[in-house]
T-cell receptor, first 111, second 113 residues
Framework: DAKTTQPPSMDCAEGRAANLPCNHS???????VYWYRQIHSQGPQYIIH???NNETNEMASLIITEDRKSSTLILPHATLRDTAVYYC????????????FGSGTQLTVLP | NAGVMQNPRHLVRRRGQEARLRCSPM?????VYWYRQLPEEGLKFMVY????????ESGMPKERFSAEFPKEGPSILRIQQVVRGDSAAYFC???????????FGPGTRLLVL
């Protein structure tokens, strides 16, 4: 699976959009981009995933660049409860492989 | 629809004892993954099981650790003769199929005294 690079930490003001970047320059055509978050040592929570089109659900939006070498997770109106470590993971479609978690981005939402 | 259930949520064992961690996948899910998170570290894959079969155990320590997912009942992660280094959070995830999204349980925090 492709390696991902994320900034170690970010701050965001409550109520503003949080934009979390992820670089995956070695991604191949059959690899999906997944986002999970872990709130204070709870179990990881699935957020969203995509292949090449932008995706949106009730939690977030995922913007994938046309060359697929990077993506951005957008939390449109961050709240204090969104403070967590956010993990960007690439995973081969149709693979039974496990998820490989990197260091992620510690997002702190400030009041 | 209940999520992934894990029990116990906290487990304390003395060195040399056995630890049994249970995971009930989401309804309709037949694929189970176990991950371990050591203090101040990221999650690391341990083992992937389907009903009655171990599919990938490449992340399991070679000794003292075993896992099963019987036809009936929860998946069990068993750690024999625990040592202090086994203290960690153990997370279980489940999916409908091997290609599908994995959903995680709340974890079991194991403390070895």
């Amino acid at each position: 699976d492709a390696k991902t690079t994320q900034p170690p930490s970010m701050d965001c003001a409550e109520g503003r959009a949080a934009n979390l970047p992820c670089n995956h320059s070695t991604i191949s055509g059959n690899e999906y981009v997944y986002w999970y978050r872990q709130i204070h040592s709870q179990g990881p929570q699935y957020i969203i995933h995509g292949l090449k089109n932008n995706e949106t659900n009730e939690m977030a939006s995922l913007i994938i660049t046309e060359d697929r070498k990077s993506s951005t997770l957008i939390l449109p109106h961050a709240t204090l409860r969104d403070t967590a470590v956010y993990y960007c993971i690439v995973r081969v479609s149709g693979s039974a492989r496990q998820l490989t978690f990197g260091s992620g981005t510690q997002l702190t939402v400030l009041p | 629809n209940a999520g992934v259930m894990q029990n116990p949520r906290h487990l304390v064992r003395r060195r040399g004892q056995e630890a049994r961690l249970r995971c009930s996948p989401m309804k309709g899910h037949s694929h189970v993954y176990w991950y371990r998170q050591l203090p101040e570290e990221g999650l690391k894959f341990m083992v992937y099981l389907q009903k009655e079969n171990i599919i990938d155990e490449s992340g399991m320590p070679k000794e003292r650790f075993s896992a099963e997912f019987p036809k009936e009942g929860p998946s069990i992660l068993r750690i024999q003769q625990v040592v202090r280094g086994d203290s960690a959070a153990y997370f279980c995830a489940s999916s409908i199929g091997m290609q599908e999204t994995q959903y995680f349980g709340p974890g079991t925090r194991l403390l070895v005294l």
